[in-house]
């Protein structure tokens, strides 16, 4: 079946320096989303990507869509400490939602 | 408020005792689904409804079951639950699903122990 990965898995990083997690997908992907996941809380949307070659900025947030819509990408520039989460990436089938295995994403003052 | 409401938050119960947790939304959504979330596994789909009395499979139906009789509830069915079922869950909503392209609200998860 479909399946869609996400690397890395964790990640630890000094206040300031950037971030980026990769998300790819064993099949094409009509479209992807974002999550984010603070500790002990729920998943909450961040973005959608549909269209090939796709870049999307939300302040210090990019993401980008494949060309060949099998793989995404967040960057997050000059991390902050409220960036503190799991980033989760979504592949869209029909009415099914697969997601990623989630980027733990660490901040250390 | 908008927001997706899951009862309980906390559940310790016993393998074999049904129980059900309940989802509610008051968004007006089309669609809702069940995950479950387990660590190195991400978020995994239990099943989804497109719809008032539609309901299907997502990756891991195995031991759960589903029902829509109203578009805001989707309450999640363990009839005879095992410790494998020992997990968080989530139920979201969005607008519509799947092609439709709606982003998904999630309540606040319920973590179910099941010893």
């Known amino acids: 079946g479909q399946q869609v990965m996400q690397i890395p898995q964790y990640q630890h990083v000094q206040e300031g320096e950037d971030f980026t997690t990769y998300c790819n997908s064993s099949?094409?992907?009509?479209?992807i989303q974002w999550y984010k996941q603070r500790p002990g809380g729920h998943p909450v949307f961040l973005i959608q990507l549909v269209k090939s070659g796709e870049v999307k900025k939300q302040k210090r947030l990019t993401f980008q869509f494949g060309e060949a819509k099998k793989n995404s990408s967040l960057h997050i520039t000059a991390t902050q400490t409220t960036d503190v989460g799991t980033y989760f990436c979504?592949?869209?089938?029909?009415?099914?939602?697969?997601f990623g295995t989630g980027t733990r994403l660490k901040v250390l003052a | 408020e908008a927001q997706v409401t899951q009862n309980p938050r906390y559940l310790i119960t016993v393998t074999g005792k049904k129980l059900t947790v309940t989802c509610s939304q008051n968004m007006n959504h089309e669609y809702m689904s069940w995950y479950r979330q387990d660590p190195g596994l991400g978020l995994r789909q239990i099943y989804y409804?497109?719809?008032?009395?539609?309901?299907d499979k997502g990756d891991v139906p195995e031991g759960y079951k589903v029902s829509r009789k109203e578009k805001r509830n989707f309450p999640l069915i363990l009839e005879s639950p095992s410790p494998n079922q020992t997990s968080l869950y989530f139920c979201?909503?969005?607008?519509?699903?799947?092609?439709?392209?709606?982003?998904?609200?999630f309540g606040d998860g319920t973590r179910l122990s099941i010893l």
């Open positions: 979504a592949g869209i089938g029909t009415y099914k939602y697969i």
């Open positions: 099949t094409t992907l009509s479209n």
């Open positions: 409804s497109m719809n008032v009395e539609v309901t």
């Open positions: 979201a909503s969005s607008l519509s699903g799947g092609w439709g392209n709606q982003p998904q609200h």
